[in-house]
């Protein structure tokens, strides 16, 4: 959060700035975001699930132009040497979205694949998990990984702000909701190398996850970067209302789930 502040102030400094130099810097950095930037109607699903794809490659996962700091990966300290890496967001789809006037609350929910990777610790930087690990890492024994699925849910209290006679959403610290899924491979067949090592590595995959809080270190840096964005710009460039639709009173929810599948 201070993050954001402080970038949202270098931010306003520059723009005065390039005011004074009698050029609008500005103007042409927020034309540009007009290629990243999908607004979808309150019926369109498909077009939200656009949209959050576009955000995640070219604002969430960092942005220098915007101030929007390159989102990290987390990686923690496991032992011998070597680290844990969480990776996934950048393949995260948008599964679910809803906007509640009445609550005002926003909620998304994304899913992604979660690559759960042993690394070397070649920069002595990683964080030390929630709870430490106690282990003695066997010398030469291959580096671990598993890639099983995780799911976030997001829920934005928000306030709607007019300035300049445009509506922005403000969002307010959000709560999230972090499920890791890693599946229970113990019906697997072990006379088969393949099967047994998939089993040993979900297993360990599993042990692994219990040692840090994923919402707070995965998640959060990521869905943080959402509330910078929307400071920046109005409502009107992410929803389009129809004539007899509101910002006050919007209200929809769509969701994987609810998409009938295929006969
Ligand atoms: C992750 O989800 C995908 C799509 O639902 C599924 O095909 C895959 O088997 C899941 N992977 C694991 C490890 O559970």
Redesign the pocket.
């Known amino acids: 959060m201070l993050f954001n502040i402080f970038h949202l102030g270098s931010m306003r400094v520059w723009c005065l700035l390039s005011l004074l130099f009698g050029h609008c810097v500005c103007k042409v950095y927020f034309d540009k975001l007009d290629r990243y930037i999908i607004s979808c109607h309150t019926t369109d699903f498909e077009c939200f699930k656009r949209q959050y794809k576009a955000l995640r490659d070219n604002v969430l996962l960092g942005n220098d132009r915007l101030g929007i700091p390159t989102y990290e990966h987390y990686v923690f300290a496991y032992g011998g040497g070597t680290c844990v890496k969480l990776t996934g967001l950048e393949e995260s789809e948008l599964a679910a979205i809803k906007f509640e006037s009445e609550q005002k609350k926003l909620t998304l929910v994304l899913e992604l694949?979660l690559r759960i990777q042993q690394v070397k610790d070649t920069i002595k930087m990683c964080a030390r998990p929630d709870r430490e690990f106690n282990i003695v890492q066997p010398q030469k024994s291959p580096l671990m990984r598993f890639?099983?699925?995780a799911t976030i849910g997001i829920t934005y209290p928000y306030k709607l702000k007019k300035k300049k006679g445009m509506v922005y959403l403000q969002l307010e610290d959000e709560n999230l909701d972090v499920i890791l899924?890693?599946?229970d491979l113990s019906h697997f067949h072990l006379n088969s190398e393949v099967e047994a090592k998939l089993y040993e590595w979900s297993e360990w995959a599993y042990e692994v996850v219990q040692h840090v809080d994923a919402a707070e270190y995965f998640a959060l840096p990521y869905t943080s970067q959402l509330r910078t964005l929307m400071d920046h710009l109005p409502l009107y460039r992410f929803i389009m209302l129809y004539p007899e639709e509101e910002y006050e009173d919007l209200q929809f929810s769509y969701s994987e789930a609810t998409v009938p599948t295929n006969p």
């Open positions: 694949p890639t099983g699925n899924d890693i599946p």
